[in-house]
């Protein structure tokens, strides 16, 4: 690695905290349990927002070996809004072309990203430790500037008790023990999150019967920078491969095990690299970095927000690898959920609102466990028939554009829309783009300044496209022509887009009155 192993280094080690001398336990606005990726997205997106944070880990460095490698488009542009996007693009691996095997043929490509006019690519490989070492800086930066963020390293939180207007804690510390209290607790402590275990909460959905080795290599190779699927490979027969290109000549390869095997075994480097060498042949050289074994799970919690307490990210739900629907998801559940955070603690939104981000991250949960599902049982057929199947659909998509639909090797993430929220209202422009409809996350468009989406984020805004518009209450006014990529992503009229950068409403014409009135259900004010 290029970067010398950064997470054996402590970055935010312990440091002993006022709070811990306080008579009673101090109360914070919001307390975040977990600096992960989807933990130090929350506190930068509510520092940003000016709302103090306080994030709590029981470890004082970023996570070991790769874990999730895959972020795809909509994340990126999270992290644009973010102030980090551009660095973890610049590091990490572009592409959009996946090519899939059966055998040693190849019977399908895809491009997840065809048409142009768009700032970010549908994916980048990034190993987690670079994305939480960028993350962490930014936190960095913004705490330098002033932001109201705190990392408390070497916290981990013992007990959680809930009450009507608040929660508390008990930290367990190399100095002893101390309570603090939340307004809000965010759990963002994975997915053995001891938060949820702490709240007697447990997960809903399905374990399937198979496991997988990731492997972590370093090698010089000249495979192209695209994701590479083998349905019966000849290195691993009956059974399905991965490989993927990451930053500083890191490759991680995903290989099928089945169900009836020892894990602790399989790890063992004499064990792992037999299997390697079988797949890259025998005058590649290459060393081990990191190696795993996970087990396909497709399960989420009933509901994300129990009281005071909110679930993001794996503490909340749980997909199969294949999609890169994990982190991605936790991401975006960070995004969703911090713009209404900071409406409710500013008191210009009811508590309700809160109830709409378990709304549609569970609608979010749902829509990636349906796909992660599906893969899982494309790649490891349940019975004969679902067999026969598979690879019929397989060998048919070698020569037949109707086949190709069929075969998945991992739906890849994907933005949510949000069908059917409470927060919508109603389409006033049925005929226009379906990409654009009230709920769906705003399509990036080229202007001549730069992107659409560097100019939305962060707060309200009234996107005239074509049309004459004025700022409204809480939204501001944003007005670009209809031409170009513009006219087909968005037709002529008025948008409400959210803090999110989700669209919330749509007109043919502005009309102040039905603005407000938008405004009034977006921000949970309508009953």
Same mark, same amino acid.
């Given at each position: ?29 919001? #307390? ?21 944070? /306080? ?28 102030? +980090? ?32 006019? &768009?700032?970010?690519? *549908? ?6 430790? &670079? ?44 100095? $002893? ?10 759990? +963002?402590?994975?997915?053995?999150? @001891? =938060? ?11 374990? !399937? ?7 972590? /290599?370093?090698?010089?190779?000249? !495979?192209? =920078?695209? %994701? ?29 095990? $089945? ?9 063992? @480097? ?24 996970? =087990? ?24 199969? @690898? ?15 959920? +911090? ?47 679902? %067999? #026969? ?26 933005? +949510? ?7 919508? =209202? ?19 468009? @080229? ?23 004025? *700022? ?56």
């Amino acid at each position: 690695m290029a970067d010398a192993k950064i997470f054996e280094q402590s970055l935010y080690p312990y440091q002993r905290h006022p709070d811990q001398d306080a008579a009673a336990p101090v109360r914070h606005p919001v #307390i975040v349990v977990g600096a992960g990726p989807v933990g130090l997205t929350t506190a930068i997106d509510l520092g940003l927002q000016g709302v103090p944070v /306080v994030v709590l880990d029981d470890n004082d460095r970023v996570s070991t070996g790769s874990r999730a490698i895959c972020f795809a488009k909509r994340p990126l542009e999270i992290f644009d809004r973010l102030g +980090c996007g551009q660095v973890m693009v610049d590091k990490g691996v572009v592409w959009n072309t996946g090519r899939v095997f059966m055998g040693e043929r190849q019977v399908y490509e895809f491009n997840l990203l065809p048409e142009g006019g &768009h700032r970010r690519p *549908a994916f980048i490989n990034l190993q987690q430790y &670079h994305l939480e070492q960028m993350l962490l800086d930014r936190l960095r930066e913004l705490q330098a500037e002033g932001a109201p963020i705190q990392l408390r390293g070497k916290s981990r939180v013992s007990a959680i008790g809930q009450h009507d207007d608040h929660a508390t804690v008990e930290i367990d510390t190399p100095e $002893g023990s101390y309570d603090l209290e939340a307004d809000w607790l965010i759990a +963002c402590d994975g997915a053995g999150s @001891p =938060t949820r275990k702490m709240l007697g909460l447990d997960f809903v959905g399905r374990v !399937f019967e198979d496991n997988f080795l990731i492997a972590d /290599v370093t090698m010089q190779a000249d !495979f192209p =920078t695209e %994701r590479w699927f083998w349905f019966d490979p000849p290195f691993n027969p009956g059974q399905s491969a991965l490989l993927h290109k990451q930053p500083d000549g890191v490759w991680r390869i995903d290989l099928q095990l $089945g169900w009836d095997i020892d894990k602790e075994v399989e790890k063992r @480097p004499e064990n792992v690299i037999p299997r390697i060498r079988a797949m890259l042949g025998e005058d590649v050289a290459f060393d081990l970095e990191w190696v795993s074994v996970y =087990t396909f799970q497709c399960r989420r919690m009933e509901r994300f927000r129990r009281n005071r307490v909110i679930f993001a990210g794996d503490s909340a739900h749980q997909v199969s @690898p294949f999609g890169a629907r994990g982190a991605n998801s936790g991401i975006q559940d960070a995004d969703n959920l +911090c713009w209404k955070l900071k409406l409710v603690l500013e008191g210009s939104a009811p508590e309700a609102l809160l109830d709409s981000y378990d709304a549609e991250r569970v609608h979010g949960a749902e829509e990636n466990i349906l796909n992660s599902t599906r893969s899982t049982d494309f790649i490891t057929p349940k019975s004969e028939i679902s %067999r #026969i199947f598979r690879d019929a659909a397989l060998h048919l998509s070698e020569r037949h554009a109707f086949a190709r639909p069929f075969v998945n090797s991992g739906r890849l993430s994907v933005p +949510c829309t949000y069908d059917g929220s409470a927060l919508n =209202t109603s389409d006033a422009m049925p005929e226009a783009p379906a990409r654009s409809r009230p709920g769906s996350p705003c399509p990036d468009a @080229p202007l001549a300044d730069g992107f659409l989406l560097d100019r939305l984020g962060g707060r309200f805004t009234i996107l005239a496209v074509g049309v004459e518009g004025e *700022a409204v209450g809480m939204a501001d006014l944003l007005s670009v022509p209809a031409t170009g990529e513009m006219a087909e992503r968005y037709a002529s009229g008025i948008y409400l887009i959210r803090p999110d950068q989700h669209i919330a409403a749509r007109w043919p014409a502005f009309d102040a009155d039905m603005i407000r009135a938008a405004l009034s259900r977006a921000t949970g004010n309508t009953p």
